[in-house]
Protein backbone atom coordinates (compact mmCIF):
# COMPACT_ATOMS: atom_id res chain seq x y z
CA UNK A 1 0.00 0.00 0.00
CA UNK A 2 0.88 3.56 -0.18
CA UNK A 3 3.24 5.03 2.51
CA UNK A 4 3.84 8.94 2.28
CA UNK A 5 7.00 9.90 4.54
CA UNK A 6 6.62 13.93 5.36
CA UNK A 7 9.46 16.14 7.50
CA UNK A 8 10.09 17.90 9.11
CA UNK A 9 8.05 17.31 11.70
CA UNK A 10 8.31 20.12 13.30
CA UNK A 11 9.37 23.93 11.67
CA UNK A 12 9.83 27.45 13.45
CA UNK A 13 9.97 30.15 10.83
CA UNK A 14 10.21 34.27 11.76
CA UNK A 15 6.98 35.77 10.32
CA UNK A 16 7.07 37.24 7.09
CA UNK A 17 9.78 33.93 6.19
CA UNK A 18 8.85 31.48 3.32
CA UNK A 19 8.29 27.47 5.02
CA UNK A 20 9.13 24.68 3.04
CA UNK A 21 7.54 21.08 4.03
CA UNK A 22 8.27 18.09 1.99
CA UNK A 23 6.76 15.01 1.68
CA UNK A 24 7.87 11.90 -0.24
CA UNK A 25 5.54 8.81 -1.80
CA UNK A 26 5.77 4.95 -2.56
CA UNK A 27 3.35 4.11 -4.68
CA UNK A 28 3.23 4.87 -8.48
CA UNK A 29 -0.15 4.89 -9.00
CA UNK A 30 -1.06 7.79 -6.83
CA UNK A 31 -2.29 10.72 -9.11
CA UNK A 32 -3.76 12.89 -6.15
CA UNK A 33 -1.95 15.07 -3.61
CA UNK A 34 -4.01 17.28 -1.03
CA UNK A 35 -2.23 19.30 1.70
CA UNK A 36 -4.42 20.17 4.66
CA UNK A 37 -4.29 22.07 7.91
CA UNK A 38 -5.07 21.27 11.02
CA UNK A 39 -6.10 23.10 13.97
CA UNK A 40 -6.27 21.99 17.54
CA UNK A 41 -9.15 20.07 17.80
CA UNK A 42 -11.25 20.33 14.28
CA UNK A 43 -10.73 18.32 11.36
CA UNK A 44 -8.37 18.80 8.72
CA UNK A 45 -8.89 21.69 6.19
CA UNK A 46 -7.92 21.68 2.72
CA UNK A 47 -5.89 24.34 1.62
CA UNK A 48 -4.22 23.37 -1.85
CA UNK A 49 -4.14 20.10 -3.63
CA UNK A 50 -2.24 18.93 -6.79
CA UNK A 51 -3.04 16.02 -9.37
CA UNK A 52 -0.26 13.96 -11.36
CA UNK A 53 -0.95 15.77 -14.04
CA UNK A 54 0.49 18.82 -13.06
CA UNK A 55 3.83 19.79 -11.68
CA UNK A 56 3.34 23.14 -10.34
CA UNK A 57 0.36 24.99 -8.57
CA UNK A 58 0.01 28.51 -6.91
CA UNK A 59 -2.98 30.04 -4.47
CA UNK A 60 -1.46 33.11 -3.15
CA UNK A 61 0.84 32.60 -0.43
CA UNK A 62 0.59 28.96 -1.25
CA UNK A 63 2.29 26.62 -3.87
CA UNK A 64 2.73 23.20 -4.39
CA UNK A 65 5.24 21.53 -6.99
CA UNK A 66 4.75 17.59 -7.79
CA UNK A 67 7.45 15.72 -9.02
CA UNK A 68 6.13 12.60 -10.28
CA UNK A 69 9.82 10.93 -11.53
CA UNK A 70 10.98 11.39 -7.89
CA UNK A 71 8.01 10.94 -6.36
CA UNK A 72 8.23 13.93 -4.03
CA UNK A 73 5.84 16.89 -3.52
CA UNK A 74 6.11 20.21 -1.77
CA UNK A 75 4.64 22.54 0.42
CA UNK A 76 5.59 26.55 -0.41
CA UNK A 77 4.05 29.06 2.34
CA UNK A 78 5.43 32.75 1.46
CA UNK A 79 5.04 35.79 3.65
CA UNK A 80 4.10 33.50 6.14
CA UNK A 81 1.76 35.15 9.12
CA UNK A 82 0.95 34.28 12.88
CA UNK A 83 -1.94 32.37 11.35
CA UNK A 84 -0.24 30.11 9.66
CA UNK A 85 0.81 28.29 12.55
CA UNK A 86 -0.97 24.86 13.01
CA UNK A 87 0.04 21.26 11.98
CA UNK A 88 0.27 20.73 8.45
CA UNK A 89 -0.29 17.06 6.44
CA UNK A 90 0.36 16.04 3.27
CA UNK A 91 -1.73 13.25 1.84
CA UNK A 92 -1.67 10.66 -1.57
CA UNK A 93 -4.60 9.00 -3.06
CA UNK A 94 -5.22 7.18 -5.83
CA UNK A 95 -8.50 6.45 -7.83
CA UNK A 96 -9.88 4.65 -4.78
CA UNK A 97 -10.14 7.66 -2.98
CA UNK A 98 -7.99 6.51 0.13
CA UNK A 99 -6.51 9.33 1.57
CA UNK A 100 -3.06 7.92 3.16
CA UNK A 101 -1.45 10.92 5.12
CA UNK A 102 2.10 11.81 6.22
CA UNK A 103 2.89 12.27 9.97
CA UNK A 104 2.74 15.77 9.88
CA UNK A 105 4.65 19.13 10.25
CA UNK A 106 4.01 21.12 13.38
CA UNK A 107 4.59 25.26 12.07
CA UNK A 108 5.43 27.63 14.43
CA UNK A 109 5.37 31.43 13.16
CA UNK A 110 7.96 33.55 15.08
CA UNK A 111 6.60 37.01 15.91
CA UNK B 1 -17.06 22.88 -1.70
CA UNK B 2 -18.92 20.48 0.73
CA UNK B 3 -20.16 19.62 3.80
CA UNK B 4 -19.35 16.85 6.36
CA UNK B 5 -20.99 16.53 9.37
CA UNK B 6 -20.09 14.59 12.20
CA UNK B 7 -21.45 14.23 15.29
CA UNK B 8 -21.11 14.46 18.94
CA UNK B 9 -18.05 16.31 18.48
CA UNK B 10 -17.50 14.90 22.31
CA UNK B 11 -18.09 12.05 24.32
CA UNK B 12 -17.17 10.86 27.54
CA UNK B 13 -18.33 7.04 28.02
CA UNK B 14 -17.64 4.84 30.98
CA UNK B 15 -15.23 1.38 29.98
CA UNK B 16 -17.48 -1.23 28.59
CA UNK B 17 -20.06 0.98 27.28
CA UNK B 18 -20.46 0.90 23.18
CA UNK B 19 -20.67 4.86 21.31
CA UNK B 20 -21.96 5.68 18.23
CA UNK B 21 -20.47 8.20 16.18
CA UNK B 22 -22.55 9.66 13.11
CA UNK B 23 -20.79 11.15 9.79
CA UNK B 24 -23.09 12.43 7.65
CA UNK B 25 -22.22 14.37 4.34
CA UNK B 26 -25.03 17.30 4.15
CA UNK B 27 -25.02 18.55 0.71
CA UNK B 28 -23.89 15.59 -1.21
CA UNK B 29 -24.43 11.41 -1.45
CA UNK B 30 -21.42 9.64 -0.86
CA UNK B 31 -21.18 6.09 -1.32
CA UNK B 32 -17.57 6.07 0.53
CA UNK B 33 -17.20 7.35 3.23
CA UNK B 34 -13.55 6.93 5.64
CA UNK B 35 -13.34 6.66 8.75
CA UNK B 36 -9.81 7.84 10.56
CA UNK B 37 -8.14 7.81 14.12
CA UNK B 38 -5.61 10.48 15.49
CA UNK B 39 -4.00 9.92 18.45
CA UNK B 40 -2.28 13.64 20.25
CA UNK B 41 0.54 14.93 18.46
CA UNK B 42 0.02 12.19 15.72
CA UNK B 43 -1.32 11.68 12.34
CA UNK B 44 -4.96 10.06 11.29
CA UNK B 45 -4.40 6.86 10.39
CA UNK B 46 -7.48 5.09 8.05
CA UNK B 47 -9.57 2.89 9.63
CA UNK B 48 -11.93 1.49 7.88
CA UNK B 49 -13.48 2.21 4.13
CA UNK B 50 -17.15 2.40 4.58
CA UNK B 51 -19.23 1.26 1.71
CA UNK B 52 -23.11 2.07 1.45
CA UNK B 53 -25.43 -1.07 1.03
CA UNK B 54 -22.28 -3.09 1.50
CA UNK B 55 -19.91 -4.51 4.44
CA UNK B 56 -17.13 -1.64 5.31
CA UNK B 57 -13.51 -2.95 4.23
CA UNK B 58 -10.67 -2.48 7.57
CA UNK B 59 -7.50 -1.69 7.36
CA UNK B 60 -4.64 -4.19 8.48
CA UNK B 61 -5.02 -4.23 12.74
CA UNK B 62 -8.47 -2.89 13.20
CA UNK B 63 -10.99 -5.12 14.91
CA UNK B 64 -13.66 -5.20 12.95
CA UNK B 65 -15.82 -6.14 15.59
CA UNK B 66 -14.65 -3.79 17.76
CA UNK B 67 -15.60 -0.58 15.43
CA UNK B 68 -18.30 -1.38 13.73
CA UNK B 69 -19.64 0.59 11.00
CA UNK B 70 -22.54 1.22 8.86
CA UNK B 71 -23.35 3.05 6.07
CA UNK B 72 -27.05 2.43 5.40
CA UNK B 73 -27.83 5.48 3.17
CA UNK B 74 -25.96 7.58 0.57
CA UNK B 75 -25.47 10.20 3.07
CA UNK B 76 -24.59 8.59 6.63
CA UNK B 77 -22.14 6.13 7.73
CA UNK B 78 -22.06 5.60 11.76
CA UNK B 79 -19.09 4.01 13.52
CA UNK B 80 -19.94 2.41 16.97
CA UNK B 81 -17.03 1.51 19.28
CA UNK B 82 -17.98 -1.13 20.98
CA UNK B 83 -16.87 -2.28 24.35
CA UNK B 84 -14.76 0.84 24.98
CA UNK B 85 -11.85 0.82 26.92
CA UNK B 86 -9.45 3.66 27.56
CA UNK B 87 -6.97 2.66 25.23
CA UNK B 88 -9.92 3.55 22.91
CA UNK B 89 -9.96 7.21 23.74
CA UNK B 90 -8.84 8.88 20.89
CA UNK B 91 -9.88 11.58 18.01
CA UNK B 92 -12.28 10.02 15.46
CA UNK B 93 -12.74 11.55 11.82
CA UNK B 94 -15.32 10.69 8.94
CA UNK B 95 -14.03 12.06 5.52
CA UNK B 96 -16.66 11.51 2.38
CA UNK B 97 -15.28 12.13 -1.25
CA UNK B 98 -16.84 14.78 -4.16
CA UNK B 99 -15.61 14.43 -7.37
CA UNK B 100 -12.17 12.81 -5.96
CA UNK B 101 -11.42 15.80 -3.22
CA UNK B 102 -11.97 14.49 0.14
CA UNK B 103 -13.90 16.54 2.77
CA UNK B 104 -13.55 15.98 6.24
CA UNK B 105 -15.95 15.58 9.39
CA UNK B 106 -15.31 18.29 12.67
CA UNK B 107 -14.13 15.15 14.12
CA UNK B 108 -15.05 13.25 17.63
CA UNK B 109 -13.19 13.17 20.76
CA UNK B 110 -14.29 10.32 22.81
CA UNK B 111 -12.92 9.77 26.19
CA UNK B 112 -13.47 6.73 28.06
CA UNK B 113 -13.02 6.80 31.50
Known amino acids: GENVEQHPSTLSVQEGDSAVIKCTYSDSASNYFPWYKQELGKGPQLIIDIRSNVGEKKDQRIAVTLNKTAKHFSLHITETQPEDSAVYFCAASNRDDKIIFGKGTRLHILP | GAVVSQHPSRVICKSGTSVKIECRSL??????MFWYRQFPKQSLMLMAT?????????EQGVEKDKFLINHASLTLSTLTVTSAHPEDSSFYICSASKNTEAFFGQGTRLTVV
Open chain 2, 27 to 32: DFQATT
Open chain 2, 50 to 58: SNEGSKATY
